[in-house]
């Protein structure tokens, strides 16, 4: 298209000359369309990254789990180890003195509570 100087004539070389702003920016759009593409692109990736830790994570807990099941007594049985022992010390005295045989059994009751407090603060 031809434009108008102040004089009011028509000068043809002036859309020649100047060259199309639409261009420049077109240009600008298209680096930011791939800037903001580059940028999906890593985040894309670090989203993987994240969900993959995760997956790792929830089949460790899952496994933390089951041996937790499969184990988590076996502390418990060795706390009460020492009241079993005392409880068939008691049982094992032959004697017709019942102080004694209290004293035994106080002591294994002791003993359990011990093991229980460990256990359960």
């Known amino acids: 298209m031809t434009e108008m100087n ?31 593409g580059r940028r999906i692109e890593a985040l894309q990736h670090q989203l993987d990254g994240a969900m993959a830790e995760l997956g790792h994570a929830r089949r460790r807990a899952a496994a933390d789990l089951a041996q937790a099941a499969r184990y988590g007594h076996q502390d418990l049985a060795q706390d009460l180890l020492p009241f079993k022992d005392a409880l068939e010390a008691a049982l094992a005295v032959r004697t017709g003195d019942a102080a004694a045989l209290r004293a035994g059994l106080v002591l294994a009751g002791r003993q359990l509570d011990a093991a229980l407090a460990r256990r359960h603060g």
């Open 6 to 36: 102040r004089a009011g004539s028509f000068h043809p070389q002036a859309e020649a000359a100047a060259p199309p702003a639409s261009s420049a920016h077109q240009g600008g759009i298209e680096e930011r369309i791939a800037a903001t």
